[in-house]
């Protein structure tokens, strides 16, 4: 088993914001965390990081848990994508993808060539993007190059927290189709937070359900809409069978 969290709990002040949450995740497979504002998905996900400490709990990542090492050394470990990228404003696309493999220690030669090979990857040659800035960027862009920052120290496992929440739709689209791809070429595991069933649909092996705090289903897709666990399940699904009967309604009328 690659990642591990047992009981993980975090209360602020006097809201408990996750309780005894636990979950594992496999090499290579996607679990999506998903569910309404204020359910506790995002406070998990940035456990995970150790971005937030939990008050109880523990996470292992490929046998090592998360408390044995400093924070920094954990985090090099583990890729992160976040909402619209987070990318430093004052650094080039190249030094923004290269802070961890810089932090790592890699010699120049095997971080130009790493930065080269990601930038194909995500369609954004070294040669035309490296050198610019964030703000030269669109959105869809920046998001691409926060993935490409996420891939560069060779993690086993990706974080993403809403990382398509900014975009339009078509850029969405595109960026979903770039996750999926990048995820068979390259075999990480990741953990997505969002609040989009259909996002989670696209890209996860697995789907946890959180509501108050707690998981409460998890499994595939097809898991889930067959047998709902209760009505937060059921909302979530809701939204996505309106879209999807609507949307087979207008087509069956220009088909007509």
Known sequence: MLLRAD????????????????????????????????????????????????????????????????GHEWRRRIGFVIQNAGLFPHKTVAENVLVTPGLLGWDRARQQAKLHELLDMVGLPARDYAHRYPAELSGGQRQRIG??????????????????????????????????????????????????????????????VMDGGRIVQTGTARDLIASPANKVVEDLLAAPRLMAATVGRAFGEGGS
């Open 147 to 208: 993935l490409a920052r996420a891939l560069a120290g060779e993690p086993d496992i990706v974080l993403m927290d809403e990382p398509f929440a900014a975009l339009d739709p078509l850029t969405k689209d595109g960026l979903i189709a770039d996750i999926a791809r990048l995820r068979r070429e390259l075999g990480f595991a990741s953990v997505l937070v969002t609040h989009d069933f259909g996002e989670a649909l696209r890209l996860a092996d697995r789907i946890a």
């Open 7 to 70: 009981r993980l709990t975090k209360t602020f002040a006097d809201t408990v914001a996750v309780d005894q949450v636990s979950f594992e995740l496999k090499a290579g497979e996607t679990l999506a965390l998903i569910g309404h504002s204020g359910c506790g998905k995002t406070t998990t996900l940035k456990m995970l990081n150790r971005l937030i400490e939990p008050d109880n709990g523990v996470v292992e990542l490929d046998g090592a848990v998360a408390s044995g090492m400093a």
